[in-house]
């Protein structure tokens, strides 16, 4: 996934395997990601290079369906910001929300493993 804002990119994703119960990918922000909820995955977040924050938790206003089980929204209430730089591991729980807060002039790479919630 590449997204492209005034012609020039500002995040990307890719997966690089899907081994049933978790997959693996590599993802770069150079810009404030949407609040997401992923329902039925943890995130395990590993920081290669740059830095940002992560907001998790909070109430999440007007969420949208972006595809089964993964809600977004452009507004969280509340919740606890982390400082994030390279080196830094954090875990996302399943159904906890949680945004990329990436400043001006600043980008983020990172490695998650996200993976399926226990049943």
């Not at 977040?45 to 089964?68: C, Q, T, W």
């Not at 949680?98 to 998650?112: A, E, K, R």
Request: contains cysteine; hydrophobic residues 45%.
């Amino acid at each position: 996934m590449l997204c492209v804002v005034a012609g020039r990119p500002t995040r990307a994703a890719e997966e690089l395997g899907d081994f049933g119960n978790h997959t693996a990918w590599v993802a770069h922000r150079e810009a404030d990601g949407l609040v997401e909820i992923h329902q039925n995955w943890a995130d395990l977040v590993f920081v290669a290079s740059g830095v940002a924050s992560l907001r998790v938790g909070g109430d999440i206003k007007d969420p949208y369906v972006e595809s089964p089980g993964e809600l977004r929204s452009a507004t969280v209430l509340g919740g606890t910001v982390h400082a994030l730089r390279e080196g830094d591991v954090i875990n996302v729980p399943a159904g906890v929300p949680h945004q990329f807060l990436v400043p001006s002039g600043q980008q983020i790479t990172f490695f998650t493993m996200k993976i399926a919630r226990l049943p």
